[in-house]
């Protein structure tokens, strides 16, 4: 089965810093997608970027970035010029490449920021 | 596009009652979630449907819960009689097969007394 761990449950950043949230996932399938969500105080659950797992280049939302380690199975976000917007709970999910397939969620990591 | 909605937001009732959760998934969408999050167990897959179809209810807790999906733009979960360890918040998300990532609701944070 599926696994998902983040292994940090918080993390800080001072403003305008740059922070890392790691992510490493188990699975013995080849096609598959990766997704961050953030959850605010609003509890409000946002995508936030994806990666499918047969692209090699690293997704890219603004900024936030991943760092896709297939072989290493590993998933982490990078946020550069963090904003006080951006505390909340980051969540990192797998999915498989089916609709059949349930997304599978980490247990998250709490981000705060630091003005 | 409205999003995913979720009714009620705030649901306050006694040990013993039934509650009825509510969700109307994106248009277009085929795949539907129910998920509960509660701080000591984090976020939880209940159920889920693909094509009004039920795939995976390995996550309902007993059988005090059921979900259904008469179609495809309405989806219940019932509790039925609610404990208060069935307080959390439950979220409804939705997506569409080929594109595989989740549109959450708002959420319903469900308190039992």
């Known amino acids: 089965a599926q696994t998902v761990t983040q292994s940090q449950p918080e993390m800080s950043v001072q403003e305008a810093e740059t922070v890392t949230l790691s992510c490493t996932y188990d699975?013995?399938?080849?096609?598959?997608?990766l997704f961050w969500y953030k959850q605010p105080p609003s509890r409000q659950m946002i995508l936030v970027i994806r990666?499918?797992?047969?692209?090699?280049q690293n997704a890219t939302e603004n900024r936030f970035s991943v760092n896709f380690q297939k072989a290493a199975k590993s998933f982490s976000l990078k946020i550069s010029d963090s904003q006080l917007g951006d505390a909340a709970m980051y969540f990192c999910?797998?999915?498989?490449?089916?609709?059949?397939?349930?997304?599978?969620f980490g247990p998250g990591t709490s981000l705060s920021v630091i003005p | 596009d409205a999003g995913v909605i979720q009714s009620p937001r705030h649901e306050v009732t006694e040990m013993g009652q039934e509650v009825t959760l509510r969700c109307k998934p994106i248009?277009?969408?085929?795949?539907l979630f129910w998920y509960r999050q509660t701080m000591m167990r984090g976020l939880e897959l209940l159920i889920y449907?693909?094509?009004?179809?039920?795939?995976?209810d390995s996550g309902m807790p007993e059988d005090r819960f059921s979900a259904k999906m008469p179609n495809a733009s309405f989806s219940t979960l019932k509790i039925q009689p609610s404990e208060p360890r069935d307080s959390a918040v439950y979220f409804c998300a939705s997506s569409f097969g080929g594109y595989n990532e989740q549109f959450f609701g708002p959420g319903t944070r469900l308190t039992v007394l």
């Open positions: 449907f693909n094509n009004n179809v039920p795939i995976d």
């Open positions: 699975t013995s399938e080849s096609d598959y997608y």
């Open positions: 999910a797998y999915r498989g490449e089916t609709s059949y397939d349930k997304v599978i």
């Open positions: 990666q499918e797992a047969y692209k090699q």
């Open positions: 248009s277009g969408h085929n795949s």
